[in-house]
């Protein structure tokens, strides 16, 4: 299992905020734009999203212009942004909010039936 290691520890302070390594990636934050950043400090994914969350079962949710979507580790669009609010996946799901309502989707953005 990989150690979360603080990402402070081998990239230089030129993010406004740095977050811990989930995955092999750090999510940064510079000028209110989110990307990540290998251990090396590399940018892997460029700072081009509102906001983002760390990495969880290969991918992070992303957000653009008020919208939650969700990015693969090589920064790919899987899932576009269309949500009002979104959590990480867990367990192969995610919960996403549409028109006021919460439902949870798959990781390939299929609405999955409620219980």
């Known amino acids: 299992m990989e150690q979360n290691i603080p990402a402070c520890s081998c990239v230089p302070q ?3 905020a740095v977050w811990q390594y989930n995955e092999g990636l750090a999510m940064v934050e510079k000028n ?3 990307g990540f950043i290998d251990k090396e400090g590399r ?5 081009e999203w509102d ?8 991918y992070a949710m992303v957000g653009r212009d008020g919208k939650c979507g ?5 920064g790919a669009i899987v899932i576009s942004p269309q949500w009002e609010d979104a959590t990480d996946f867990r ?4 919960k996403v ?6 439902r949870n989707i798959d990781i390939h953005g299929k609405l999955l039936r409620a219980k």
């Open 14 to 16: 030129k993010w406004d």
């Open 32 to 34: 209110g734009r989110s």
């Open 43 to 47: 940018i892997v994914i460029p700072l």
């Open 51 to 58: 906001f983002a969350s760390d990495f969880s079962e290969g």
């Open 70 to 74: 969700y990015i693969d580790r090589s």
């Open 91 to 94: 367990n192969g799901r995610a």
């Open 97 to 102: 909010k549409r028109n006021g309502k919460y």
